[in-house]
Protein backbone atom coordinates (compact mmCIF):
# COMPACT_ATOMS: atom_id res chain seq x y z
CA UNK A 1 0.00 0.00 0.00
CA UNK A 2 1.31 3.37 -0.90
CA UNK A 3 0.19 6.50 1.16
CA UNK A 4 0.45 9.81 -0.84
CA UNK A 5 1.69 12.99 0.57
CA UNK A 6 0.77 15.74 0.76
CA UNK A 7 -2.99 14.67 1.46
CA UNK A 8 -5.53 16.11 4.14
CA UNK A 9 -5.84 19.71 5.45
CA UNK A 10 -5.01 22.18 3.94
CA UNK A 11 -4.20 25.69 5.65
CA UNK A 12 -8.06 27.66 4.60
CA UNK A 13 -9.50 24.22 6.33
CA UNK A 14 -7.49 24.30 9.20
CA UNK A 15 -7.95 27.96 9.74
CA UNK A 16 -11.91 27.83 9.02
CA UNK A 17 -12.06 24.96 11.53
CA UNK A 18 -10.73 26.76 14.13
CA UNK A 19 -12.23 29.52 13.85
CA UNK A 20 -15.28 27.97 14.53
CA UNK A 21 -13.58 26.46 17.51
CA UNK A 22 -12.11 29.53 18.63
CA UNK A 23 -15.76 31.43 18.13
CA UNK A 24 -17.49 28.57 20.54
CA UNK A 25 -14.88 29.16 23.30
CA UNK A 26 -15.14 32.53 23.33
CA UNK A 27 -19.07 33.31 22.91
CA UNK A 28 -20.23 29.76 23.92
CA UNK A 29 -22.66 27.93 22.25
CA UNK A 30 -24.62 28.00 20.14
CA UNK A 31 -22.64 29.68 17.42
CA UNK A 32 -24.37 29.90 14.07
CA UNK A 33 -22.15 28.56 10.56
CA UNK A 34 -23.40 29.20 7.58
CA UNK A 35 -23.63 26.04 5.34
CA UNK A 36 -20.96 23.47 5.89
CA UNK A 37 -18.00 25.24 7.20
CA UNK A 38 -15.70 22.86 5.36
CA UNK A 39 -16.96 19.80 3.51
CA UNK A 40 -16.63 17.10 5.07
CA UNK A 41 -19.43 15.72 7.27
CA UNK A 42 -16.82 13.96 9.82
CA UNK A 43 -15.73 17.85 10.54
CA UNK A 44 -19.29 19.59 10.70
CA UNK A 45 -20.41 16.50 12.98
CA UNK A 46 -17.80 16.70 15.32
CA UNK A 47 -18.08 20.99 15.97
CA UNK A 48 -22.26 20.04 15.99
CA UNK A 49 -21.31 18.11 19.06
CA UNK A 50 -19.16 21.12 20.25
CA UNK A 51 -22.35 23.45 20.37
CA UNK A 52 -21.78 24.66 16.52
CA UNK A 53 -25.45 24.75 14.49
CA UNK A 54 -25.20 24.91 10.94
CA UNK A 55 -27.71 26.32 8.58
CA UNK A 56 -28.52 26.71 5.08
CA UNK A 57 -28.74 30.58 5.34
CA UNK A 58 -27.91 33.66 6.69
CA UNK A 59 -32.08 33.81 7.37
CA UNK A 60 -32.10 30.55 9.27
CA UNK A 61 -29.78 32.14 12.19
CA UNK A 62 -31.71 34.32 14.53
CA UNK A 63 -31.51 38.52 14.87
CA UNK A 64 -28.44 38.68 16.45
CA UNK A 65 -27.03 35.64 16.73
CA UNK A 66 -22.99 34.72 16.19
CA UNK A 67 -22.48 33.42 11.97
CA UNK A 68 -19.23 32.32 11.20
CA UNK A 69 -18.90 32.56 7.21
CA UNK A 70 -17.93 29.10 5.62
CA UNK A 71 -14.22 28.98 4.35
CA UNK A 72 -15.79 28.47 0.23
CA UNK A 73 -17.23 32.15 0.62
CA UNK A 74 -19.82 34.44 0.00
CA UNK A 75 -21.75 37.42 -2.06
CA UNK A 76 -21.44 40.59 -0.48
CA UNK A 77 -25.16 40.10 -0.49
CA UNK A 78 -24.78 37.58 2.46
CA UNK A 79 -22.79 40.26 4.46
CA UNK A 80 -25.41 42.48 3.83
CA UNK A 81 -28.46 40.51 5.03
CA UNK A 82 -26.37 39.42 8.08
CA UNK A 83 -26.12 43.46 8.97
CA UNK A 84 -29.71 44.02 8.24
CA UNK A 85 -30.08 41.14 11.34
CA UNK A 86 -27.79 42.58 13.26
CA UNK A 87 -25.51 39.45 13.37
CA UNK A 88 -22.24 39.44 14.31
CA UNK A 89 -20.38 37.44 11.37
CA UNK A 90 -16.79 35.72 11.38
CA UNK A 91 -15.80 35.19 8.32
CA UNK A 92 -13.77 32.75 7.70
CA UNK A 93 -13.33 32.21 3.81
CA UNK A 94 -10.01 30.73 2.62
CA UNK A 95 -7.62 33.91 1.55
CA UNK A 96 -6.98 32.02 -1.51
CA UNK A 97 -10.83 32.34 -2.07
CA UNK A 98 -10.63 35.87 -0.91
CA UNK A 99 -8.14 36.57 -3.44
CA UNK A 100 -10.40 35.16 -5.88
CA UNK A 101 -13.34 37.77 -5.06
CA UNK A 102 -10.85 40.75 -5.11
CA UNK A 103 -9.99 39.59 -8.79
CA UNK A 104 -13.56 39.75 -9.70
CA UNK A 105 -14.44 43.15 -8.13
CA UNK A 106 -11.65 44.56 -9.92
CA UNK A 107 -11.39 43.01 -13.33
CA UNK A 108 -15.76 44.18 -13.11
CA UNK A 109 -14.71 47.93 -11.91
CA UNK A 110 -12.30 48.05 -15.26
CA UNK A 111 -15.42 46.79 -17.60
CA UNK A 112 -14.76 43.34 -18.11
CA UNK A 113 -16.82 40.53 -18.77
CA UNK A 114 -15.56 37.70 -16.46
CA UNK A 115 -15.52 34.14 -17.16
CA UNK A 116 -15.51 32.65 -14.20
CA UNK A 117 -13.89 29.16 -14.55
CA UNK A 118 -15.91 26.64 -12.09
CA UNK A 119 -18.81 24.66 -11.11
CA UNK A 120 -21.96 26.73 -11.43
CA UNK A 121 -23.74 25.09 -8.08
CA UNK A 122 -20.57 24.98 -5.94
CA UNK A 123 -20.96 27.57 -3.28
CA UNK A 124 -17.22 28.77 -3.99
CA UNK A 125 -18.56 29.98 -6.90
CA UNK A 126 -21.82 31.20 -5.65
CA UNK A 127 -20.26 33.40 -3.64
CA UNK A 128 -17.41 34.57 -6.46
CA UNK A 129 -20.39 35.54 -8.84
CA UNK A 130 -21.80 37.47 -6.52
CA UNK A 131 -18.92 39.82 -6.46
CA UNK A 132 -20.26 41.00 -9.80
CA UNK A 133 -23.54 39.22 -11.02
CA UNK A 134 -24.45 41.27 -14.28
CA UNK A 135 -20.91 40.91 -15.59
CA UNK A 136 -19.99 37.28 -15.13
CA UNK A 137 -20.60 33.85 -16.67
CA UNK A 138 -19.81 30.03 -15.33
CA UNK A 139 -17.94 28.87 -17.58
CA UNK A 140 -17.62 24.55 -16.29
CA UNK A 141 -16.81 22.99 -19.79
CA UNK A 142 -14.73 23.42 -22.89
CA UNK A 143 -18.33 23.17 -24.65
CA UNK A 144 -19.50 26.61 -22.66
CA UNK A 145 -16.13 28.03 -23.46
CA UNK A 146 -16.96 27.72 -26.96
CA UNK A 147 -20.16 28.68 -26.73
CA UNK A 148 -19.24 31.95 -24.68
CA UNK A 149 -20.39 35.14 -26.03
CA UNK A 150 -19.08 38.55 -24.14
CA UNK A 151 -20.23 41.88 -25.20
CA UNK A 152 -17.11 43.09 -26.29
CA UNK A 153 -14.69 40.27 -27.35
CA UNK A 154 -11.44 42.90 -26.34
CA UNK A 155 -12.90 43.18 -22.62
CA UNK A 156 -12.85 39.58 -21.44
CA UNK A 157 -10.81 38.25 -18.30
CA UNK A 158 -10.74 34.63 -16.20
CA UNK A 159 -10.89 33.63 -12.56
CA UNK A 160 -11.23 30.31 -11.37
CA UNK A 161 -12.67 28.12 -9.03
CA UNK A 162 -9.56 27.41 -6.48
CA UNK A 163 -10.01 23.19 -6.25
CA UNK A 164 -10.55 22.86 -9.96
CA UNK A 165 -8.57 19.81 -11.90
CA UNK A 166 -5.87 21.14 -13.25
CA UNK A 167 -5.99 19.68 -16.20
CA UNK A 168 -9.43 20.16 -17.16
CA UNK A 169 -9.06 23.79 -16.17
CA UNK A 170 -6.01 24.60 -18.50
CA UNK A 171 -8.08 22.79 -21.40
CA UNK A 172 -11.04 25.75 -20.85
CA UNK A 173 -8.27 28.48 -20.11
CA UNK A 174 -6.76 26.95 -23.32
CA UNK A 175 -10.30 27.81 -25.58
CA UNK A 176 -10.55 30.83 -24.13
CA UNK A 177 -7.10 31.96 -24.81
CA UNK A 178 -7.82 30.88 -28.25
CA UNK A 179 -11.20 32.59 -28.70
CA UNK A 180 -9.92 35.75 -26.77
CA UNK A 181 -6.71 36.75 -27.71
CA UNK A 182 -7.07 39.65 -25.58
CA UNK A 183 -7.96 38.10 -22.42
CA UNK A 184 -6.77 38.86 -19.17
CA UNK A 185 -6.01 36.35 -16.01
CA UNK A 186 -4.71 37.03 -12.17
CA UNK A 187 -0.33 36.94 -12.61
CA UNK A 188 -0.96 33.89 -10.73
CA UNK A 189 -3.18 30.62 -10.98
CA UNK A 190 -6.21 30.72 -8.37
CA UNK A 191 -6.17 26.83 -8.35
CA UNK A 192 -4.86 26.43 -4.88
CA UNK A 193 -1.64 25.50 -3.65
CA UNK A 194 -3.00 22.44 -2.06
CA UNK A 195 -5.45 21.31 -4.53
CA UNK A 196 -2.58 21.46 -7.14
CA UNK A 197 -0.07 19.80 -4.61
CA UNK A 198 -2.74 16.66 -4.18
CA UNK A 199 -3.59 15.88 -7.63
CA UNK A 200 0.34 16.24 -8.73
CA UNK A 201 0.75 13.55 -6.01
CA UNK A 202 -2.07 11.73 -6.84
CA UNK A 203 -0.19 11.58 -10.54
CA UNK A 204 3.05 10.61 -9.07
CA UNK A 205 1.74 7.50 -7.56
CA UNK A 206 -0.50 6.25 -10.25
CA UNK A 207 2.05 3.99 -12.48
CA UNK A 208 2.88 2.09 -9.28
CA UNK A 209 -0.69 1.04 -8.04
CA UNK A 210 -3.62 -0.74 -9.17
CA UNK A 211 -6.62 1.50 -7.08
CA UNK A 212 -6.78 4.39 -5.85
CA UNK A 213 -9.12 5.39 -2.68
CA UNK A 214 -9.72 8.79 -1.82
CA UNK A 215 -10.87 10.03 1.52
CA UNK A 216 -13.22 12.78 1.52
CA UNK A 217 -17.12 13.70 1.34
CA UNK A 218 -18.74 13.51 -1.76
CA UNK A 219 -19.55 17.08 -2.10
CA UNK A 220 -15.83 18.11 -2.05
CA UNK A 221 -14.92 19.46 -4.62
CA UNK A 222 -11.03 19.20 -4.34
CA UNK A 223 -11.44 15.43 -3.13
CA UNK A 224 -13.69 14.51 -6.45
CA UNK A 225 -11.11 15.88 -8.53
CA UNK A 226 -8.49 13.28 -6.87
CA UNK A 227 -10.76 10.41 -7.92
CA UNK A 228 -10.58 12.28 -11.47
CA UNK A 229 -7.78 12.08 -12.19
CA UNK A 230 -6.99 8.60 -11.06
CA UNK A 231 -10.19 7.62 -13.37
CA UNK A 232 -8.73 9.59 -16.36
CA UNK A 233 -5.11 7.73 -16.47
CA UNK A 234 -6.99 4.83 -16.68
CA UNK A 235 -7.02 3.58 -12.51
CA UNK A 236 -9.90 2.73 -10.51
CA UNK A 237 -10.48 4.79 -8.00
CA UNK A 238 -13.02 4.94 -5.39
CA UNK A 239 -14.24 8.46 -3.00
CA UNK A 240 -15.09 7.15 0.04
CA UNK A 241 -16.17 9.06 3.57
CA UNK A 242 -14.38 6.80 6.12
CA UNK A 243 -13.01 2.86 6.11
CA UNK A 244 -16.29 1.85 6.73
CA UNK A 245 -17.22 2.61 3.14
CA UNK A 246 -14.78 0.32 2.34
CA UNK A 247 -15.50 -2.30 -0.12
CA UNK A 248 -13.97 -5.58 0.26
CA UNK A 249 -14.74 -6.70 -3.64
CA UNK A 250 -13.07 -3.42 -4.88
CA UNK A 251 -10.04 -5.33 -4.00
CA UNK A 252 -10.39 -8.31 -5.99
CA UNK A 253 -7.01 -9.17 -8.37
CA UNK A 254 -5.39 -5.67 -6.40
CA UNK A 255 -1.90 -5.96 -5.75
CA UNK A 256 -1.31 -2.23 -4.84
CA UNK A 257 -3.35 0.30 -3.41
CA UNK A 258 -2.97 3.89 -2.77
CA UNK A 259 -4.42 6.03 -0.14
CA UNK A 260 -4.86 9.65 -0.21
CA UNK A 261 -7.20 12.35 1.03
CA UNK A 262 -8.58 15.71 0.16
CA UNK A 263 -8.16 18.89 1.54
CA UNK A 264 -11.44 18.87 4.07
CA UNK A 265 -10.69 15.47 5.21
CA UNK A 266 -9.15 14.48 8.71
CA UNK A 267 -6.13 12.82 9.15
CA UNK A 268 -7.56 10.40 11.58
CA UNK A 269 -10.21 9.02 9.01
CA UNK A 270 -6.63 8.25 6.78
CA UNK A 271 -5.35 6.34 10.03
CA UNK A 272 -8.63 4.77 10.54
CA UNK A 273 -8.46 3.42 7.06
CA UNK A 274 -4.80 2.36 7.45
CA UNK A 275 -6.00 0.23 10.37
CA UNK A 276 -8.84 -1.19 8.48
CA UNK A 277 -6.19 -2.77 6.15
CA UNK A 278 -3.75 -3.83 8.74
CA UNK A 279 -6.71 -5.69 10.30
CA UNK A 280 -6.78 -7.21 6.67
CA UNK A 281 -2.98 -8.67 6.93
CA UNK A 282 -1.50 -5.59 4.95
CA UNK A 283 1.76 -5.22 6.70
CA UNK A 284 3.57 -2.92 3.76
CA UNK A 285 2.66 0.71 4.02
CA UNK A 286 4.66 2.72 2.27
CA UNK A 287 4.53 6.60 2.47
CA UNK A 288 5.54 8.54 -0.56
CA UNK A 289 7.83 11.64 -0.09
CA UNK A 290 6.15 14.89 -1.54
CA UNK A 291 5.89 18.64 -1.12
CA UNK A 292 6.41 19.89 2.75
CA UNK A 293 3.65 22.56 2.75
CA UNK A 294 4.05 25.01 5.60
CA UNK A 295 1.63 27.66 4.77
CA UNK A 296 -0.34 29.32 7.63
CA UNK A 297 -3.38 31.61 7.51
CA UNK A 298 -4.27 34.02 10.77
CA UNK A 299 -7.21 33.78 12.16
CA UNK A 300 -10.52 36.28 11.29
CA UNK A 301 -9.51 39.36 12.93
CA UNK A 302 -12.50 39.17 15.75
CA UNK A 303 -10.52 36.02 17.17
CA UNK A 304 -6.92 36.41 17.25
CA UNK A 305 -5.68 37.28 20.87
CA UNK A 306 -5.04 40.67 21.91
CA UNK A 307 -1.23 41.66 22.28
CA UNK A 308 0.25 41.27 25.71
CA UNK A 309 0.79 44.67 27.35
CA UNK A 310 4.63 45.63 27.60
CA UNK A 311 6.22 45.05 30.81
CA UNK A 312 6.34 47.72 33.44
CA UNK A 313 9.83 50.04 33.31
CA UNK A 314 11.42 49.55 36.20
Not at 27 to 56: M, T
Not at 192 to 208: G, H, S
Not at 235 to 245: F, K, Q, S, T, W
Not at 290 to 305: A, K, M, N, T
Request: net charge negative.
Amino acid sequence: MLLASPRGFCAGVERAVETVERALALHGAPVYVRKQIVHNVHVVRDLEQRGAVFVESEQDAPVGAVLVLSAHGVAPSVHENAQRRSQRTIDATCPLVSKVHAEARSYAAGGFTIALVGHEEHEEVVGTRGEAPEATVVIGSVAAAEAFTPADRAKVAYVTQTTLSMDETAEILAVLRRRFPAIVGPPKDDICYATTNRQNAVKEMLPLIDLLLVVGSGNSSNSNRLVDVALGAGVPAHLIEDAGCIDEAWLDGIETVGLTSGASAPERLVTGVLRWFRERGVEQIERLDGVVEDIEFRLPSELRQPARPAPAAV
